[in-house]
């Protein structure tokens, strides 16, 4: 079964420093690897998606992430965030072809000035 | 890209009552919706699998006689949460597949049982 573990429940963080958002999962297929970002009171929206190809990659906002196969994770990043990039940010995982996601608990991103 | 709204975005209601949450697909077709909830400060947590025109999908633990779904249509699935109490009173999230496999989520429901 798979699952999805998202190492830290809050992250704090000065405007403009880098961010790294942990995540780890587990699987026994391929599957397919996803960031997404959800501010109060709102659905979700997708940051980035990984597929296949290439490791790295890139999203909306400045975000990027990168698949690590032997890891078994694929951490999110930005190298300068803003007040702005303050929400949850929620990782997930579907079995490669098949459409159900799995969520992890969520990192709270929290900006200060 | 394309836009994925719920109906309403908030409700209140008595305990006992029944409600109804829609979930459309506005400017694609949906052939399979997905149902979320989540809780205060907490993740979203799968409850069930809509296709149209077939039974819902429950997940391990969901009462399907009291979250009733409905696919009837390619841009339409329904949530009735039947007798609802307060520990029913939750975030409800839909979200529908595209055509090019991937989710969209719609904007949430706020579920108050007094």
């Known amino acids: 079964a798979q699952s999805v573990t998202q190492l830290d429940s809050q992250v704090p963080v000065f405007e403009e420093a880098p961010v790294e958002l942990r995540c780890n999962y587990s699987?026994?297929?391929?599957?397919?690897l996803f960031w997404y970002v959800q501010y109060p009171n709102q659905g979700l929206q997708l940051l980035l998606k990984?597929?296949?190809?290439?490791?790295l990659v890139k999203g909306i906002n400045g975000f990027e992430a990168e698949f690590n196969k032997s890891q078994t994770s694929f951490h999110l990043r930005k190298p300068s965030v803003h007040i702005s990039d303050t929400a949850e940010y929620f990782c997930?995982?579907?079995?490669?072809?098949?459409?159900?996601?799995?969520f992890g608990a969520g990192t709270r991103l929290f900006v200060k000035a | 890209g394309a836009v994925v709204s719920q109906h309403p975005s908030w409700v209140i209601c008595k305990s006992g009552t029944s409600v109804k949450i829609e979930c459309r697909s506005l400017?694609?077709?949906?052939?399979?919706m997905f149902w979320y909830r989540q809780f205060p400060k907490q993740s979203l947590m799968l409850m069930a699998t809509?296709?149209?025109?077939?039974?819902?999908?429950?997940e391990q633990g969901v009462e399907k006689d009291k979250f009733l779904i409905n696919h009837a249509s390619l841009t339409l699935s329904t949530l009735t949460v039947t007798s609802a109490h307060p520990e029913d009173s939750s975030f409800y999230i839909c979200?529908?597949?595209?055509?090019?496999?991937?989710?969209?989520f719609g904007p949430g429901t706020r579920l108050t049982v007094l």
């Open positions: 979200s529908a597949v595209g055509p090019y496999n991937e989710q969209f």
């Open positions: 699987s026994s297929v391929s599957v397919y």
């Open positions: 990984y597929l296949s190809g290439s490791t």
């Open positions: 997930a995982v579907s079995e490669g072809g098949g459409f159900k996601t799995i």
């Open positions: 400017d694609f077709q949906a052939t399979t």
């Open positions: 809509s296709n149209e025109g077939s039974k819902a999908t429950y």
